[in-house]
């Protein structure tokens, strides 16, 4: 099974806003100037080697040494069981053109994972409410900007999404096999390892 193109989506695939290879090449533009700001502007908790926040600082400066980020992320089904996939825009600061099932992203200073989780949600996705989120499982991960923890949650879809065009290129709910079996690549790592967890077939 091959990826599906940008424009040959899946009849249930949830395309963002705008068609048209100029709308897409504004889009992309627009879409890396905000994700630059946001990331810029940022500030996070930073946590010891046991999850403890022992400082807070902006997202671009990068952790203390010896200190970790946190990252909250929801997989996120629909009732027959697929999993929502989605593809990260090209200026997406990290895994640029990806796959994931994750939708997510870095914890805010005070905040808790679920309640980071359930934001990300809305500004992604535009699901304003998540009743019955969950958490799966905790774990320690590298990712390109160093060492974090990721709390990664489940929900069960009960509506379409709106995803955000400046987050989200594509997204549809698809087949966990067809994630787990390689016919979505290139794959962000965490979010593989999250299908092989949550979906063992």
């Given at each position: 099974?091959?990826?599906?193109?940008?424009?040959r989506r899946?009849a249930?695939?949830?395309p963002?806003?705008?068609?048209?290879?100029?709308?897409r090449?504004a889009?992309?533009r627009?879409?890396?100037r905000?994700?630059s700001?946001?990331?810029?502007?940022?500030?996070?908790?930073?946590?010891?080697?046991?999850?403890?926040?022992?400082?807070?600082g902006?997202?671009a400066?990068?952790?203390?040494?010896?200190?970790?980020?946190?990252y909250a992320?929801t997989?996120?089904?629909?009732?027959?069981?697929?999993?929502?996939?989605?593809?990260?825009?090209?200026?997406a600061?990290?895994?640029?053109?990806?796959?994931?099932?994750?939708?997510?992203g870095?914890?805010?200073?005070?905040?808790?994972?679920?309640?980071a989780?359930l934001?990300?949600?809305?500004?992604?996705?535009?699901?304003?409410?998540?009743?019955?989120?969950?958490?799966?499982?905790r774990?320690?991960?590298?990712?390109?900007?160093?060492?974090?923890?990721l709390?990664?949650h489940?929900w069960?879809?009960?509506r379409a999404p709106?995803?955000?065009p400046?987050?989200?290129?594509?997204?549809?709910?698809?087949?966990?096999?067809?994630?787990?079996?390689g016919?979505?690549?290139p794959?962000?790592?965490a979010g593989?390892?999250a299908?092989?967890?949550?979906?063992?077939?």
């Amino acid at each position: 099974m091959s990826a599906p193109a940008p424009d040959r989506r899946p009849a249930d695939a949830f395309p963002p806003d705008g068609c048209g290879s100029g709308a897409r090449a504004a889009g992309r533009r627009t879409a890396g100037r905000r994700a630059s700001e946001k990331y810029a502007s940022e500030r996070v908790d930073y946590v010891d080697p046991r999850d403890r926040v022992v400082a807070q600082g902006g997202r671009a400066g990068g952790p203390p040494t010896g200190l970790l980020r946190r990252y909250a992320a929801t997989v996120c089904t629909d009732r027959a069981g697929r999993v929502l996939l989605y593809r990260r825009t090209a200026s997406a600061p990290a895994y640029p053109d990806h796959y994931d099932v994750l939708i997510g992203g870095a914890v805010r200073s005070g905040e808790e994972y679920r309640a980071a989780a359930l934001r990300e949600l809305r500004e992604e996705l535009g699901w304003e409410r998540a009743p019955g989120l969950t958490e799966a499982y905790r774990l320690r991960v590298d990712d390109p900007h160093g060492a974090c923890f990721l709390t990664v949650h489940r929900w069960v879809a009960d509506r379409a999404p709106r995803p955000d065009p400046d987050e989200i290129a594509w997204c549809g709910f698809v087949a966990p096999l067809a994630v787990l079996t390689g016919g979505y690549t290139p794959l962000v790592p965490a979010g593989a390892e999250a299908v092989r967890r949550l979906f063992p077939g």
